[in-house]
């Protein structure tokens, strides 16, 4: 059974850069097709998509977020992770990791999610 | 402002219809992007409730339904139960600005 889990600090300081990790159990993240993925909830709020990055390393990321947004991977420890640079306050969400099962990101839907990790940015 | 327009909240009671919609453009739904659907129960994960328009996972119940059509699309629950109360998110992909994933901004449902 494929599951995720966020793991990172819960607090970051302002101007700081924001990094969570995902670990990936019941599959590779070298698997083809897959999409592997972060989506972020600020406290009582919608969801935002902030970027997925293909089994083959290939990033995407949402537009609003691209300047400051890396996604990479570590497939010896079969995880992927989250850098956000320049952290402000509006970065405090709940960040979930979420996989996308498809060949193409653009059919995709998010299935399985990780539980979410809450990281606040704050002095 | 979200890419896609849902309703903040909508309310029924128990045994009724709801529906809620997802409002997009021409770059999104209205350019033939599948429209997915989100169950947010408070406190907990999003959870996956439809997708590519019309389908439902296993294990979701048949009271759940929904479609699409031309630039927007609907999540319809029927008979309603108190468990169905939570936050409902749609889901596409918007082809502008070398393209990306849009979620609608949520519809909170109250089960009266």
């Known amino acids: 059974q494929l599951q995720l889990q966020e793991s990172g600090p819960g607090l970051v300081k302002p101007s700081e850069t924001l990094s969570l990790t995902c670990t990936v159990s019941?599959?590779?993240?070298?698997?083809?097709?897959?999409?592997w993925g972060w989506i972020r909830q600020p406290p009582g709020k919608g969801l935002e998509w902030i970027g997925s990055m293909y089994y083959s390393g290939g990033t995407h990321y949402n537009p609003s977020l691209k300047s400051r947004v890396t996604i990479s991977e570590d497939t010896s420890k079969n995880q992927f992770s989250l850098k956000l640079s320049s952290a402000t306050a509006t970065d405090t969400a709940v960040y979930y990791c979420?996989?996308?099962?498809?060949?193409?990101?653009?059919?995709?839907?998010?299935?399985?999610w990780g539980q979410g990790t809450l990281v606040t940015v704050s002095s | 402002q979200s890419v896609l327009t849902q309703p903040p909240s909508v309310s029924g009671a128990p045994g009724q219809r709801v529906t809620i919609s997802c409002t997009g453009s021409s770059s999104n739904i209205g350019a033939g992007f599948d429209v997915h659907w989100y169950q947010q129960l408070p406190g907990t994960t999003p959870k996956l409730l439809m997708y590519g328009n019309i389908n439902r996972p296993s294990g979701v119940p048949d009271r759940f339904s929904a479609s699409k059509s031309g630039t927007s699309a609907s999540l319809a629950i029927t008979g309603l139960q108190a468990e169905d109360e939570a936050d409902y998110y749609c889901?596409?992909?918007?082809?502008?600005?070398?393209?990306?994933?849009?979620f609608g901004g949520g519809t909170k449902l109250t089960v009266l």
């Open positions: 979420a996989i996308i099962k498809r060949w193409l990101l653009a059919e995709g839907w998010f299935d399985p």
């Open positions: 889901q596409s992909y918007d082809s502008s600005l070398s393209g990306y994933v849009v």
């Open positions: 019941g599959a590779s993240i070298s698997s083809s097709g897959y999409y």
